[in-house]
């Protein structure tokens, strides 16, 4: 059964295949499949299953790769809202998030 | 005399088996109960018997991760590098930026792993890459980070096949396994909330066109209180089981479906004799309620992105909002009527 699937068309990544030197650290760092190498450039096969963790980000010598980071955690949007600023996963220590 | 190697000291040795402090430990741990003090001290560890060729493994110092990282790695010699997190687990350590590139450079250098080994590999666990770049980590220390499994489980096999990864090896899940492991810790957090809200209904329970009755209170109030406790559970346990069987792709919508249906059957079976305006109303504060507690297992789900969760926050957070008051100004009306 396939449980992973959010939203559709939601999420901030963005691509330009002209810098992608086909490295493949995307693909190796994605936890949930969004790459796949064509020819010899990496491709964006599963858009909606990213999550914006920013592990290609960073990952990307080129910059080929952007994506806003964040955490997909509704206490951490609320908290973020209450106390002002980006929402983190700075629960305490006292949620399963963080 | 050349000194400069006196700083060299043994690091720690570590077993791979548990013994029963850690099983206890992490069962504790599951229940939410003092998680953020349960750490080890960060820095360079020996697992087994580690030589100038073998393995470096970077980990967490949330104590469970250490764990579930020396018991996957039993028989193999390897050297542990525990990057300072503050007792919490990689992948949110990795969000944050403190399992990070400039902490695994700190740990690299102030460990001086270089004279402990004489390969360059840093097997760095996948899901600490949303902190680590690899190409710094190269720049700053002259070690390259390979990327490893998403679970410590596949380390070995991870290994033995020469650094590569089958797609599933790096996929994160999210079994009924891990939904059962998570739960009660969404259970116990809000609890106290819960409290609060049965002990806001108990006294609102002995208002009546009457003035106030305290035998009213108890009688109504118990009952107010178990609507609430099923509401509870049906967000916080029932919704995030079921997870992939409910309808909408939103969890706000997941939990909605099941708070309405639970109470529809609690109305149906149960010997529930209210007034239809007060019955009406608690269907909708249960299912506000179910709603926006699982709408709260977002963080701890895998598959959830932040700009994901705010879409679905502007769409349920108002209508939890509109259901609660309704329901709520319904439940007290039906007491003057």
């Known amino acids: ?98 | 005399m050349d000194y400069s190697n006196l700083s060299l000291i043994r690091p720690p040795e570590i077993d791979s088996r548990w013994v029963l402090k850690d099983h206890l430990g992490a069962l504790r741990v599951r229940f939410s109960m003092g998680r953020n003090r349960y750490r080890v001290k960060p820095g360079l560890y020996r697992l087994g018997r580690p030589g100038k060729d073998s393995e470096v493994i970077v980990t967490a110092n949330y104590k469970l991760s250490f764990d579930v990282v020396r018991r996957s790695l039993d028989g193999l010699d390897a050297w542990i590098l525990v990057l300072e997190t503050y007792g919490i687990n990689v992948w949110c350590a990795a969000g944050k930026g403190t399992f990070g590139t400039d902490e695994l450079i700190r740990q690299v250098k102030g460990s001086q792993l270089s004279l402990y080994v004489s390969h360059n590999r840093l097997i760095v666990p996948q899901l600490g890459a949303p902190g680590v770049s690899a190409h710094k980590v190269k720049e700053a220390t002259a070690f390259s980070v390979k990327f490893g499994p998403v679970r410590s489980n596949d380390i070995r096999e991870y290994l033995a096949a020469g650094y590569k990864k089958s797609e599933e090896v790096r996929s994160v899940q999210f079994t009924l396994k891990d939904r059962l492991l998570l739960a009660p810790v969404e259970v116990a957090n809000s609890l106290k909330y819960l409290l609060v809200l049965v002990l806001f209904f108990i006294a609102l329970s002995g208002l009546n066109s009457a003035g106030y009755s305290f035998e009213l209170m108890w009688r109504e109030g118990l009952k107010a209180a178990l609507y609430l406790l099923v509401a509870y559970f049906s967000g916080a346990l029932l919704a995030p089981l079921l997870l992939p069987v409910l309808p909408f792709r939103y969890f706000g919508g997941k939990g909605l479906v099941a708070g309405l249906s639970i109470f529809a059957v609690l109305a149906f079976l149960g010997p529930i004799e209210i007034p239809i305006l007060a019955l009406l109303g608690w269907f909708l504060i249960s299912g506000a309620i179910s709603s926006f507690l699982t709408m709260n297992f977002t963080g701890a789900s895998t598959y959830t992105s932040l700009s994901g969760v705010r879409k679905e926050m502007r769409l349920f957070v108002p209508l939890q909002i509109a259901m609660a008051f309704i329901g709520l100004t319904s439940v007290v009306i039906s007491k003057f009527v």
């Open chain 1, 1 to 98: 059964m396939d449980t992973q699937k959010y939203l559709k068309n939601v999420v901030t990544l963005e691509y330009d295949p002209a810098l992608c030197i086909g490295c493949r650290l995307c693909i190796e760092v994605c936890p949930h499949n969004v790459f796949r190498m064509s020819g010899k450039k990496a491709e964006v096969v599963q858009r909606d299953r990213c999550i914006e963790c920013g592990a290609c980000e960073i990952n990307c010598v080129t910059g080929a790769l952007k994506v806003k980071q964040g955490v997909g955690c509704a206490a951490a949007v609320i908290s973020g809202f209450l106390k002002g600023g980006e929402p983190t996963c700075d629960c305490g220590g006292s949620s399963s998030c963080c």
